[in-house]
C-alpha cells in the first residue's frame, strides 16, 4: 500500500514568480484573510497550487478599481476563481464600481473641457 503524496505547496518565492505579484503584495493578501497558507516547520508560509489563480484573481478585481476590504467580502464565487466574471452575489458591486468610474470619466471631461477653454482665451 502506498502513501499518499502530500499536496503541492509553493513558496511565497515562487508564488509571487508565478504570479508577477511582489512577495509583499501576496504577504498583505494571506494577512488580509484572502489567501491560506500554512507554516513549515521553518515559520515559512507555504500557498497551496490554487493561490496561483486566487492571487491573480486579486490582481485583476484590483485593477478595476475594488479595494482589498471589497474583495474579502466577494464570495468564493469571484475571490477565488481566476477569470470569475461575476456572480449573483457580486453583481451589485460591480454595478456600483461602473458606475463610480463612469462618474469620474464625466467629471474629468468636464474638467479637461474648462482647461481648454481657458488655455483657449489665454493664448
Known amino acids: 500500500m502506498t502513501t499518499p503524496a502530500p499536496p503541492l ?3 511565497i518565492g515562487e508564488l509571487a514568480k508565478r504570479t508577477g505579484a511582489s512577495v ?3 504577504r498583505h493578501y494571506d494577512d488580509q484573510g484572502l489567501l491560506a497558507s ?3 516547520g521553518n515559520g515559512y508560509r507555504a500557498f ?3 493561490a496561483v489563480s486566487q492571487v491573480r ?11 482589498l476590504s471589497d474583495i474579502r467580502s466577494f464570495p468564493d464565487c469571484m475571490r477565488m476563481i481566476e477569470g470569475a466574471m461575476a456572480c449573483p452575489e457580486t453583481s451589485a458591486a460591480q454595478k456600483s464600481r461602473l458606475a463610480s468610474i463612469e462618474q469620474q ?6 474638467r479637461r473641457a474648462r482647461l481648454l477653454e481657458m488655455l483657449a482665451e489665454g493664448g
Not at 484573481?57 to 479595494?67: D, H, K, M, P
Not at 470619466?105 to 468636464?110: P, T
Open 57 to 67: 484573481q486579486i490582481q485583476r478585481l484590483i485593477a478595476t478599481g475594488f479595494s
Open 105 to 110: 470619466i464625466s467629471d474629468l471631461e468636464r
Open 9 to 11: 505547496t509553493l513558496s
Open 48 to 50: 497551496p497550487e490554487s
Open 38 to 40: 500554512n507554516r513549515t
Open 24 to 26: 509583499r503584495s501576496i
